[in-house]
């Protein structure tokens, strides 16, 4: 809170001193970067501190054993249950007298809107470009484990959420962590509830606000021609605005309506892509193969790859970050378990199809400069990443590997980025303002005060360059890994209670599908 | 046995009109139970914000409470007070999938609805809830002009 009490200073600084600065606004954007980048190196620095000796990430094999031990605590939960996950998604054994709750399809659709987005498009363009074809195996191997983590945390935020007298809920991380630890009998619920609930709202101001109109702005601005980012940011600012504090719910509708329409276009798309080189896809497969084991010359080698793809997967789908334990808490089921169920279908969606489906795109489209003379990849002139046709990163990658079959492609997916930037930002305001609320107690101007924040903050995301707000939308969203996972493995004695007592009913026949 | 028929309402004047040809019936029929349903419209599968799934458990309980207080509930008592045995259910769903399964569930005979007053676009490409449930229905459905 310290930090963004600084954070929070520095941006008033910088907006009492507009005036002047407006007639320069490079410079103002340059200064929103640099002050930015000051105050949140520290926080960035330690959360990807490497292994001591390796360039191994911690974060990230945190992530991964936990992903990996949840597999196996669960044994292999989302290989035994995924066809019954779809069936409860299609409403199977949904009873017909709870017609008119959440439906498990719409709990599952409001918590991809907020996962799939830019991580799906800017973010696997950032894994391939500079942990090469090999990140992709990597994206999926964590998109898979990652399913475990999801029924845990999601099947806990059900089983824990708060339910008021007026008949709403609020559920997440925070609650199953406080609530869970005393009827355990554990001690220290109640710190990590609050540590969780800082990082949450860093996370929403980070990863759900700054990366997404940060992109939204490097997207139009590549279309329109380049113009200072603190505009895009004003104009995004001003409808989220409008929307989160001024009620204007019907424009979040309209995007909640639109947004899946535009991940299947996006799905389709690349798959016309993918057909339309049919005899390279197995040339792709090997690629990705080939460079997961060896990294085929990408800096950082085999473990670049795999950072990189771990990375952007757990950005990309959130899995055991806690997220979508909020998203999926509004849910009224007797089972809190097919809630977990339900959701463990996310990182499949996200990361396994989709992000793969970008990945492909990029490579099918040979976007990634290869050597001819050693067929490995080249670098670019800083040698920290893999050169591409026309130096292009992140969203721009993919964009130009799009556009490479249609090219019209790039009005498209610019739409469709300012419509997934938007659809998360409004998740991610819900997440942020639940941990507010969780800290600060309910109440019209605390919320108030946090919805005016989260606005500020798509001013400087749209303003700032690229690198530092990666990074701190990163550590962010990792820091509420920590917390959460650590919680986690204390809470999973429940959740296998939970899968024992369902599995046993669900084969005894006393779980049955409803005849619709 | 008791003869049981479903009315099934739709907030419209149409369904004055349902309620006097399914009184006309029971008269004649003798032992009659008469039910007077009315489906909310609501799909399982639509698109919504996490703050309109936070809220809708609220929502939802308001939609019935409306439904009954404002529809089924006069109708009910007027039935009663005509000296009818009546009940009233109130349920989300697709009007016309939910009106059947509510009658295969209650042992129901037949149904009695008033002719859609919908119209315009939707009516065309999809057909009105009336011309779903007579082309679905598991009992003879009487649809009143």
Redesign the interface.
Known sequence: MNMLKHLGLAIAAMFLASPALAQDAPGLDEKINQAFADFTGPFVSFIFAPFPGTGFPWIVGWLVVAATVFTLYFAFVQLRFFGHSISLVKGDYSDPNDAGEVSHFQALATALSGTVGLGNIAGVAVAVGIGGPGATFWMIVAGLLGMASKFTECTLGVKYRNEYEDGTVSGGPMYYMSKGFAELGLPGGKILAVLFSIFCILGALGGGNMFQANQAHQQIAGIVGDYPGWITGLVFAGIVFAVIVGGLKSIARVTEKVVPFMGVMYVLAALVIIIMHADQIGWAFGQIFAGAFTGLGVAGGMVGALIQGFRRAAFSNEAGVGSAAIAHSAVRTKEPITEGFVSLLEPFIDTVVICTMTALVIIITQQLIIDPATGNYMLNEAGNAIATVDGNSGVSLTSAAFASAFGWFPYVLAIAVVLFAFSTMISWSYYGLKAWTYLFGEGHTKELIFKIIFCVFVVIGAAANLGPVIDFSDAAIFAMAVVNVFALYFLMKVVREELASYAARLKSGEIRKFGH | MTTKIVIGLDGTETGERAIAFAKDLAERIGTCELLVVYV?E?S???????????????R??E??DLATTRIVSPAVDALTAAGFTAHGIV???DVA??LN?ITVENGGTQIIVGRASADGFKKRLFGSSTQNLVMHADVPVTVVN
């Open positions: 909310i609501w399982p599968f639509t698109f919504q914000t996490p703050e309109e799934n936070a809220l809708r458990h609220k939802r309980e939609e019935v349920r989300h769903g999938e939910t399964a």
